[in-house]
């Protein structure tokens, strides 16, 4: 389950289970919405295939869920004063909010103790939800990311 080099303890491949979800911020839900689901032709969670703990937040049209063919979801979260860093979307990705993996809940706190053993600030938590628990800290770029898990 973990390995140990240079001292510092790590993960081994397959603890990650799969990409969990991708979480875009979007400036206009409604266009968003119709690009993923009418142009690029994702689906659409809607009624009971919406998560429980999100039901409400979709109800206000605060957040859309998608699922990709091979699975991953496609989370979007309406942020209408959103500006992008810069207005040139060539010169930086602006929307993406993270990138989550998803872990065995047995695993969690060990993936907690991997970050703090190689001195990764953790940005936010671990916290725990109705949907689970989460952890958030940046790559070297800066770019966020969560190891999360279900509830046990």
């Known amino acids: 389950m973990l390995t140990n080099s240079n001292s510092n303890i790590t993960l081994v491949p397959g603890n990650l289970r799969k990409v969990h979800h991708i979480a875009l911020n ?19 969670l809607t009624g009971d295939e919406v998560p429980k703990t999100l039901v409400k937040l979709v ?4 957040v859309a869920n998608f699922v990709t063919p091979d699975g991953t979801i496609l989370d979007l979260f309406w942020e209408p004063q959103l500006t992008p860093p810069d207005p040139n979307p060539e010169k930086s990705f602006t929307r993406a909010y993270h990138l989550a993996f998803d872990i065995d809940p047995r695993l969690f706190d060990t993936a907690v103790e991997v970050l703090k053993s190689n001195h990764i600030a953790i940005a936010h938590g671990p916290v725990s939800r109705p949907t689970g628990r989460g952890v958030y800290f940046y790559d070297p770029d800066g770019f966020m990311v969560e190891i999360r898990c279900d509830p046990i």
Do not use: I, P
């Open 26 to 44: 979007v400036k206009d839900m409604q266009a968003s919405r119709h690009f993923y689901g009418t142009t690029l032709g994702l689906h659409e």
């Open 59 to 62: 109800e206000q049209g605060k």
